[in-house]
T-cell receptor, first 115, second 113 residues
């Protein structure tokens, strides 16, 4: 089925380790997003990519980097993980067409624990 | 993007209509109202969106007041599987807010047997 695929689904890191969260969509969407969700809170935007080749900071970008590898893939990298980055990470994509104004499609999430 | 206010929690009996309110008194003319829901531990799911006219799809109806300062999401026949956190989001169509969703705390809807 078409959608947004995130890998891995679960990960435990030690403080200071690095890792990359992968996200791929097969809906030919232009825009992709990374959000984090902490217990009892709504989602907060980390980074987004309005189109292939562009990336912009969201609300909470510190400690993260992103790469829009191609139209399908948008990865999120933690260079030196910290316990404060323990969270559930969601990737989303959206068709950028203003007229059509479609809704977003979210992945199933990556649950990251930093110890 | 305009700020939204939703009740923290609501209850609904199975089979009844669930009416979830949202206030967005600072909404501007080009901002859409989106509704998403998040079932425990899953990614948010798009439900419906609208600009100024009422909208209906297979999942729900969206009623937007004439002054656009508030809206109501209606689940016509709630089921136990509709228990989730419901987010009302107002999103601009252009400028620096283009394409970004700002999630608040949402409303926890609990559907009872």
């Amino acid at each position: 089925n078409a959608g947004v695929t995130q890998t891995p689904k679960f990960q435990v890191l030690k403080t200071g380790q690095s890792m990359t969260l992968q996200c791929a969509q097969d809906m030919n969407h232009n825009s992709m997003y990374w959000y984090r969700q902490d217990p009892g809170m709504g989602l907060r935007l980390i980074y987004y990519s309005a189109s292939e080749g562009t990336t912009d900071k969201g609300e909470v970008p510190n400690g993260y980097n992103v790469s829009r590898l191609n139209k399908r893939e948008f990865s999120l990298r933690l260079e030196s993980a910290a316990p404060s980055q323990t969270s559930v990470y969601f990737c989303a994509s959206r068709d950028q067409g203003i007229v059509r104004n479609y809704g977003y499609t979210f992945g199933s999430g990556t649950r990251l624990t930093v110890v | 993007d305009a700020k939204t206010t939703q009740p923290t929690s609501m209850d609904c009996a199975e089979g009844r209509a669930a009416n979830l309110p949202c206030n967005h008194s600072t909404i501007s003319g080009n901002e859409y109202v989106y509704w998403y829901r998040q079932i425990h531990s899953q990614g948010p799911q798009y439900i419906i969106h609208g600009l100024k006219n009422n909208e209906t799809n297979e999942m729900a109806s969206l009623i937007i007041t004439e002054d656009r300062k508030s809206s109501t999401l209606i689940l016509p026949h709630a089921t136990l599987r509709d228990t989730a956190v419901y987010y009302c989001i107002v999103r601009g169509a252009g400028g620096t807010s283009y394409g970004k969703l700002t999630f608040g705390q949402g409303t926890i809807l609990t559907v009872h047997p």
